[in-house]
């Protein structure tokens, strides 16, 4: 029954931040985790982290670790992703999903609708 939307997405220069949040309506988290994919055109949507609802524990991928912060606030139902030093290559269409705490994207059962990043040069 938990709906995801994405928002905060936008374009930003290389470089520069933006914080993506994704928000979720319905019933809040008990357990499982809440992950950030990408989706850039022409490629498959990958992994970009993933946080579980119950330990706080993180998995950042190695494309954006460093950069890329995942965090939640329980109290808000909503999990952000802070995202620093923007590249080019970071552009994408960005989408949260709530699913088993793994980096597998397939595993992820309910999807928001996306948001898009577009880091110039």
């Known amino acids: 029954q938990v709906q995801l939307v994405e928002s905060g997405g936008g374009l930003v220069q290389a470089g520069g931040s933006l914080r993506l949040s994704c928000a979720a309506s319905?019933?809040?988290?008990?357990?499982?985790?809440v992950g950030w994919f990408r989706q850039a055109p022409g490629k498959n949507r990958e992994f970009v982290a993933t946080i579980n609802w119950s330990t706080s524990a993180t998995y950042v991928a190695g494309s954006v670790k460093g950069r890329f912060t995942i965090s939640k606030d329980n109290t808000k139902n909503t999990v952000y992703l802070q995202m620093n030093s923007l590249k080019p290559e970071d552009t994408a269409l960005y989408y949260c999903a709530a699913g088993p705490f793994t980096t597998t994207v397939t595993r992820y059962d309910v999807w928001g609708r996306g948001t898009q990043v577009t880091v110039s040069s």
């Open positions: 319905g019933r809040p988290f008990s357990n499982g985790a």
